[in-house]
């Protein structure tokens, strides 16, 4: 049936694989076209050297039109709506959908000859290069981010007196040249593997460097003074963002050396893709809790500090309030950083302390008086200085007429 399309989907995303016409038809009915990116599942056809059924399955496939969605709300609800069932592969649940006869909307179907389901090898495949197309995705939302930042990763990282840091400025365009001749290969072959097989100890050393400054940041809000606070969260607001935008680059390489070795894989060993596939989600997901583990420590020595500014804002009404702004700017960066890296977290603020009136007023007073006294100070100091050099005119007056 040319109407036929096969749904196929992970814990990243959503493959819709079928008749080029079909699939474009599915997805504007489902208003996901324009958030679908085409998938190119040619590899498929090359893959597989045993069985001439698996040979011939893998070109027909290969020949139809693949879009791949990454998993948002929309797109899991498009898999609740149409029920995919768990595969023999892990990871990974599939559907056939169609739309028969004269029946417009579309139907959960049966399996179709054409279905990956039908050969667990080729499923396989295909969830390797949904996995590839997932850190992809990733590596642009990343790029997007860096952009943002006022400072560039690269400039940071030659800040730094660390060989290491140096290194990692290479590493990167290395990585990055090795994914454009990548896209020309179709492919990895001995010699461009050779260019950034050592790649993962440069990235994880400067991981690791990032995750040590945001912890030395942190250790200064043991200050239990306001104003040595209020100092603190200031620093930590200006230098936090550029060591979260360290670690997104950290998270961009091993993203883009990650799906070079899928391709290794894909090539070389492809009864072991699932296997490989399943460490490279692990290795993430603990990149991942690596991460949120010093963020949260990060957060909590900031509401730590909130708290110690607020006990006293009836004194320091202005410092206090410098820390919480600065402490709700950085949480808020942190909180888009882990949504970035599809780190779970609830978003923190804070409020400055409310008082009652007759504090409120105290509270005012006070900081009047302290904004204001310097300016006395320095009012009194010239009077004093005019009053004596008039003196002394004065006196040398009084001589002069004598």
């Known amino acids: 049936m040319d109407d036929e399309i096969e749904l196929i989907g992970d814990d990243d995303g959503l493959l819709v694989n079928g008749n080029p016409a079909a699939v474009k038809e599915f997805l504007r009915s489902e208003g996901l076209w324009a958030s679908s990116t085409r998938l190119d599942l040619r590899q498929l056809h090359t893959m597989f050297g045993v069985g001439a059924d698996v040979t011939q399955a893998a070109s027909g496939i290969a020949a139809k039109s693949a879009r791949w969605l990454k998993l948002t709300p929309e797109s899991a609800q498009l898999r609740m709506k149409y029920g995919l069932m768990e595969s023999n592969t892990p990871g990974v649940s599939h559907a056939m959908v169609g739309k028969p006869g004269s029946i417009k909307s579309w139907l959960r179907a049966e399996q179709g000859s054409g279905s990956l389901l039908s050969h667990p090898a080729l499923l396989s495949g295909a969830a390797g290069i949904m996995a590839q197309a997932a850190m992809r995705q990733t590596m642009a939302e990343i790029t997007d981010y860096l952009a943002t930042i006022d400072e560039k990763v690269d400039d940071v990282l030659r800040k730094q007196d660390d060989v290491v840091m140096a290194q990692m400025v290479g590493t990167g365009r290395a990585i990055e040249r090795a994914m454009i001749v990548r896209e020309e290969l179709k492919g990895v072959n001995e010699t461009l593997w050779s260019t950034v097989d050592q790649a993962h100890q440069t990235i994880g050393a400067t991981q690791a460097y990032a995750l040590d400054q945001l912890d030395s940041i942190a250790e200064k809000f043991e200050c239990i003074q306001v104003s040595g606070l209020a100092a603190a969260a200031g620093q930590a607001e200006s230098e936090v963002p550029r060591w979260l935008a360290v670690l997104a680059r950290c998270f961009q390489l091993h993203?883009?050396?990650?799906?070079?070795?899928?391709?290794?894989?894909?090539?070389?060993?492809?009864?072991?893709?699932?296997?490989?596939?399943?460490?490279?989600?692990?290795?993430?997901?603990?990149?991942?809790?690596?991460?949120?583990?010093?963020?949260?420590?990060?957060?909590?020595?900031?509401?730590?500090?909130?708290?110690?500014?607020?006990?006293?804002?009836?004194?320091?009404?202005?410092?206090?309030?410098?820390?919480?702004?600065?402490?709700?700017?950085?949480?808020?960066?942190?909180?888009?950083?882990?949504?970035?890296?599809?780190?779970?977290?609830?978003?923190?603020?804070?409020?400055?302390?409310?008082?009652?009136r007759a504090a409120d007023l105290g509270s005012q007073a006070i900081q009047k008086t302290k904004d204001t006294a310097p300016y006395v100070a320095a009012g009194v100091g010239v009077l004093a200085v005019v009053t004596v050099a008039g003196r002394k005119l004065q006196g040398a007056g009084t001589t002069k007429g004598g």
């Not at 991460?291 to 708290?307: C, E, F, K, P």
């Not at 780190?343 to 400055?352: G, K, N, T, V």
Request: charged share 30%.
């Open 255 to 356: 993203d883009a050396i990650d799906v070079i070795e899928l391709d290794r894989v894909l090539d070389e060993s492809p009864e072991k893709l699932d296997a490989y596939r399943r460490g490279l989600k692990k290795a993430r997901q603990e990149r991942r809790e690596l991460v949120s583990g010093h963020t949260a420590h990060l957060l909590d020595r900031m509401n730590t500090a909130v708290g110690t500014a607020n006990a006293k804002v009836v004194w320091n009404r202005t410092k206090c309030l410098e820390v919480v702004d600065s402490a709700n700017h950085l949480a808020a960066g942190v909180h888009n950083f882990h949504g970035l890296l599809r780190i779970e977290s609830a978003p923190r603020s804070w409020q400055e302390r409310r008082l009652g």
